[in-house]
Protein backbone atom coordinates (compact mmCIF):
# COMPACT_ATOMS: atom_id res chain seq x y z
CA UNK A 1 0.00 0.00 0.00
CA UNK A 2 2.68 2.49 0.98
CA UNK A 3 4.66 1.74 -2.44
CA UNK A 4 1.22 2.68 -3.91
CA UNK A 5 0.23 5.43 -2.57
CA UNK A 6 4.37 6.50 -3.53
CA UNK A 7 3.82 5.65 -7.37
CA UNK A 8 0.53 8.02 -6.89
CA UNK A 9 1.96 10.44 -5.40
CA UNK A 10 5.05 11.35 -6.71
CA UNK A 11 4.51 14.76 -8.18
CA UNK A 12 2.89 16.16 -4.73
CA UNK A 13 4.41 16.67 -1.52
CA UNK A 14 4.65 13.30 0.60
CA UNK A 15 5.15 13.25 4.36
CA UNK A 16 5.20 10.39 6.69
CA UNK A 17 2.02 11.99 8.44
CA UNK A 18 0.06 11.96 5.32
CA UNK A 19 1.12 8.15 4.82
CA UNK A 20 0.39 7.28 8.16
CA UNK A 21 -3.12 9.17 8.01
CA UNK A 22 -3.78 7.40 4.57
CA UNK A 23 -3.01 4.03 5.74
CA UNK A 24 -4.56 4.20 9.21
CA UNK A 25 -1.77 3.56 11.43
CA UNK A 26 1.40 5.46 13.53
CA UNK A 27 4.10 7.04 11.58
CA UNK A 28 6.34 4.57 13.72
CA UNK A 29 4.93 1.62 13.23
CA UNK A 30 4.92 2.27 9.55
CA UNK A 31 8.42 3.50 9.27
CA UNK A 32 9.27 0.23 11.35
CA UNK A 33 7.71 -2.01 9.23
CA UNK A 34 8.56 -0.44 5.99
CA UNK A 35 12.33 -0.40 6.91
CA UNK A 36 12.15 -4.05 8.44
CA UNK A 37 10.46 -5.32 4.86
CA UNK A 38 12.29 -2.79 2.20
CA UNK A 39 15.52 -2.53 4.15
CA UNK A 40 15.38 1.34 3.55
CA UNK A 41 13.55 3.82 5.12
CA UNK A 42 10.01 5.21 3.58
CA UNK A 43 12.04 8.74 2.53
CA UNK A 44 14.85 6.72 0.76
CA UNK A 45 12.05 4.69 -1.18
CA UNK A 46 10.25 7.92 -2.39
CA UNK A 47 13.63 9.85 -3.34
CA UNK A 48 14.62 6.89 -5.70
CA UNK A 49 11.14 6.61 -7.35
CA UNK A 50 11.56 10.16 -7.93
CA UNK A 51 14.83 10.13 -9.34
CA UNK A 52 13.82 6.93 -11.39
CA UNK A 53 10.79 9.30 -12.71
CA UNK A 54 13.21 12.28 -13.18
CA UNK A 55 15.41 9.54 -15.01
CA UNK A 56 12.36 8.78 -17.38
CA UNK A 57 11.69 12.54 -18.10
CA UNK A 58 15.26 13.63 -18.92
CA UNK A 59 15.53 10.62 -21.42
CA UNK A 60 12.06 10.97 -23.40
CA UNK A 61 10.65 14.45 -23.04
CA UNK A 62 12.47 17.88 -23.73
CA UNK A 63 11.29 19.36 -20.76
CA UNK A 64 12.97 22.22 -19.10
CA UNK A 65 14.65 20.80 -15.55
CA UNK A 66 12.36 22.87 -13.43
CA UNK A 67 9.52 21.00 -15.46
CA UNK A 68 11.12 17.49 -14.82
CA UNK A 69 11.70 18.61 -11.16
CA UNK A 70 8.49 19.45 -10.56
CA UNK A 71 7.03 16.56 -12.28
CA UNK A 72 9.76 14.71 -10.15
CA UNK A 73 8.04 15.93 -6.76
CA UNK A 74 10.74 18.48 -6.27
CA UNK A 75 9.22 22.52 -5.97
CA UNK A 76 13.51 23.60 -5.82
CA UNK A 77 15.16 23.12 -9.08
CA UNK A 78 18.26 23.85 -7.27
CA UNK A 79 17.67 20.92 -4.49
CA UNK A 80 16.05 18.77 -7.33
CA UNK A 81 19.76 19.10 -9.19
CA UNK A 82 21.69 18.25 -5.89
CA UNK A 83 19.93 15.15 -5.09
CA UNK A 84 20.53 13.92 -8.61
CA UNK A 85 24.35 14.53 -8.94
CA UNK A 86 24.27 12.71 -5.38
CA UNK A 87 22.54 9.44 -6.73
CA UNK A 88 24.25 9.90 -10.28
CA UNK A 89 27.15 11.66 -9.82
CA UNK A 90 27.02 14.30 -12.16
CA UNK A 91 23.89 17.36 -12.80
CA UNK A 92 20.78 16.40 -14.85
CA UNK A 93 21.72 18.43 -17.67
CA UNK A 94 25.11 16.59 -18.22
CA UNK A 95 23.05 13.23 -17.46
CA UNK A 96 20.39 13.69 -20.50
CA UNK A 97 23.29 14.88 -22.92
CA UNK A 98 25.45 12.11 -22.17
CA UNK A 99 22.84 9.57 -22.45
CA UNK A 100 21.22 10.89 -25.52
CA UNK A 101 24.53 10.87 -26.95
CA UNK A 102 25.12 7.26 -25.90
CA UNK A 103 27.48 7.41 -23.71
Do not use: Q
Not at 9 to 17: A, G, H, Q
Not at 85 to 94: C, D, E, I, Q
Amino acid sequence: LIKYYVKNNLDRKITLSDLSLSLHCSTVTLTEHFKTEFGITIMEYVTKKRMELAEKLLLTTDEPLRVVASLSGFSDVEYFSRTFKKHYGTSPASWRKNKRMGS
